[in-house]
């Protein structure tokens, strides 16, 4: 009589992944399994399988000592042997059960929180999750891993902007499907006035009134944005020499020596004109109110950000004013040392630009 003891050394061979497997086996959905006999069996061979190891069903084909399966679900296996000559003429190896695991379910989004710069995300645990990775684009291949976290704070964001960040959770059996997370920062704080912050066009705050308005100068970029091929704070004449325009010196003067000094100078590229023609875009909102200071307007740009501070970035140089002395001169003033054209400067001579606006 055979020995039923030599066929109890039965194996699972895993192709995919390449191990042993022992009494309990997990392996991802799709995985095709090779069940394999010790090849000194007799007999006629019949390979089984049960969801509950109570009920048994013969595996359509699976006659031989190795047999292919692709299990969708947890089942058992084991080996049906029919020999005549051995009592009893049937007898089975030892069961094996295989556990069927799948890429992870979505993650689920658990919470939101916002502020003005920064959005914080949290999502549910799942045991079935070896790492979690995301991306700011659609693209599983550009994530990053941030392992086990279940949390993700997106922050140095600005204020009032729709931000997304796509999420995907990993285990061995591959990636889930991507979750999306978006979310919107806290709106703005209204402005506050205030000299030497940041004014609403982005510029440098030099003068606040006492309704919550004010002056801002334009950054010191302010050229290099428009014009990418030229350094900042342009060197340009006055232009109109030998026309009495653009008298007033006061401050709030400014604005009405700029429109003046355009419409009367057909000149390019004159200092006017260059404020004139600036056009800025921040955080979507345009801003082409730019104009030349005046006399008195340069002035109080030098006390406040100008100096030893130079808060403006100021080049040291002369800047001019929208203020003529003469029909051939106008005024200028050095931010920085503050020295100031007393008695003029011709109009075709070459200073620096800087535009300002009012709020």
């Not at 595996?59 to 190795?66: E, R, V, Y």
Request: one cysteine or more; glycine letters at 8%; hydrophobic letters at 35%.
């Amino acid at each position: 009589m055979k020995k039923v003891t030599n066929l109890t050394a039965l194996f699972i061979l895993i192709s995919l992944f390449r191990f042993s497997v022992h009494a309990e086996t997990i392996i991802c959905s799709g995985t095709t399994l090779t069940l394999e006999g010790i090849n000194f069996i007799n007999g006629d061979l019949q390979w089984q399988s049960s969801p509950d190891s109570i009920i048994w069903s013969d595996i359509n084909g699976a006659d031989q000592l190795t047999a292919s399966v692709a299990p969708m679900n947890n089942i058992y296996y084991r080996l049906k042997i029919t020999d005549p000559l051995c009592e009893p003429a049937e007898f089975y190896t030892n069961t094996k059960y295989v556990m069927v695991a799948d890429a992870p379910d979505i993650p689920v989004l658990e919470n939101t929180i916002t502020w003005e710069d920064s959005i914080f995300w949290s999502w549910s645990i799942d045991s079935n999750v070896s790492s979690y990775f995301y991306s700011f684009v659609n693209n599983i291949d550009s994530a990053v891993n941030i392992g086990t976290d279940t949390s993700f704070l997106y922050s140095g964001l600005e204020c009032d902007e729709n931000y997304t960040v796509y999420l995907w959770a990993q285990n061995d059996c591959g990636f889930s499907d991507v979750l999306t997370l978006s979310a919107s920062t806290e709106s703005c704080p209204p402005f506050q006035c205030e000299i030497g912050k940041a004014g609403p066009a982005g510029g440098i705050v030099f003068y606040c009134d006492q309704n919550g308005g004010g002056l801002e100068v334009a950054s010191s970029d302010w050229n290099d944005q428009a014009n990418p091929n030229t350094p900042v704070d342009p060197n340009a004449p006055w232009g109109c020499s030998g026309v009495s325009i653009a008298t007033g010196e006061a401050f709030g003067t400014g604005q009405s020596n700029t429109t003046m000094i355009v419409n009367a100078c057909m000149e390019p590229n004159i200092a006017a004109r260059w404020c004139n023609d600036y056009i800025l875009i921040e955080n979507g909102n345009v801003f082409n109110d730019w104009y030349l200071p005046s006399r008195d307007e340069l002035t109080l740009i030098f006390n406040n950000i100008g100096g030893s501070t130079n808060q403006g970035g100021f080049r040291n140089v002369t800047y001019w004013s929208s203020s003529q002395r003469t029909a051939n001169q106008a005024y200028g003033r050095n931010l920085i040392t503050g020295a100031e054209t007393t008695f003029g400067t011709a109009k075709t001579g070459m200073m620096g630009v800087r535009a300002i606006r009012a709020f």
